[in-house]
């Protein structure tokens, strides 16, 4: 057709995506979100869940269903609870999880993962990893090293009130590509519960 090579160059890193959390499961595209954020949003992440967060605003702004006291499209993209209420992790404070990050595109930059209180959007307690740079450098997915894509994070204590409801907190992960400018999110949703040696002890 008549878009010269670089124009299709240009646009291939808009059209395909970037990464999301693959394990456990993250929160996906759904009827809440439609709802809440509107079908344009809805229908990009859906064409392409891995995509950045910069080109959802303006999808929004034009969707006369985005209401955005239920949708923050900087918190897990807008991606909603209710989405995702089959796949609620339940963790005990101290426990390892292993996580998966799909890296589709790299887009070398900064990243890190915290735990987020969805009602605040504030993070909770300390980062659980920070790639402060160097994250997803190269131009495949095999580029990345790959404790950049597999990795643990350790259940903070204390967290037994304030996440003990699935939907009040989720684990973000969250990456910027420098040169790109571009943001990608992705959320697990989870609850901290009591572990059930010391409830045993505690009862006793
Ligand atoms: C993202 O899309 C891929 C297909 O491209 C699918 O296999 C995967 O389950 C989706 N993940 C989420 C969290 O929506
Ligand atoms: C976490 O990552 C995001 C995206 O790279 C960045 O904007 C934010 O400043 C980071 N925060 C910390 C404390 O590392
Ligand atoms: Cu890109």
């Known amino acids: 057709m008549h878009f010269s090579a670089v124009a299709i160059v240009a646009l291939i890193p808009a059209v395909l995506g ?3 959390i693959q394990s456990p499961p ?16 809805a229908s990009q992440i859906n064409s392409d869940n891995t995509s950045y967060v910069e080109a959802l605003p303006p999808a929004a702004a034009k969707d006369k269903n985005y209401k955005p006291a239920l949708c923050n499209l900087w918190l897990c993209k807008g991606l909603q609870f209710a989405d995702n209420a089959a796949n609620v992790q339940k963790w005990t404070a101290g426990q390892e999880v292993p996580i998966k990050v799909w890296l589709r595109i790299p887009h070398e930059g900064s990243a890190n993962v915290s735990i987020v209180d969805t009602k605040t959007n504030t ?6 990893k920070v790639w402060s740079k160097g994250y997803a450098p190269g131009r495949t997915e095999k580029d990345a090293p790959l404790d950049q894509k597999e990795f643990s994070i350790k259940v903070p204590t204390g967290l037994e009130e304030k996440c003990a409801n699935a939907g ?9 590509g420098t040169g790109a400018k571009q943001t990608y999110e992705s959320c697990v949703d989870f609850q901290v ?3 059930a040696v010391k409830e ?5």
């Open 200 to 204: 045993r002890a505690f009862n006793a």
């Open 193 to 195: 519960v009591k572990p």
């Open 168 to 176: 009040d907190c989720v684990l973000q992960w969250w990456w910027f």
């Open 18 to 20: 970037h990464g999301l």
């Open 123 to 128: 993070i909770v307690g300390d980062m659980l």
């Open 26 to 41: 993250s929160r996906p595209t759904g009827a809440t979100l439609t709802a809440n954020c509107g079908s344009g949003v």
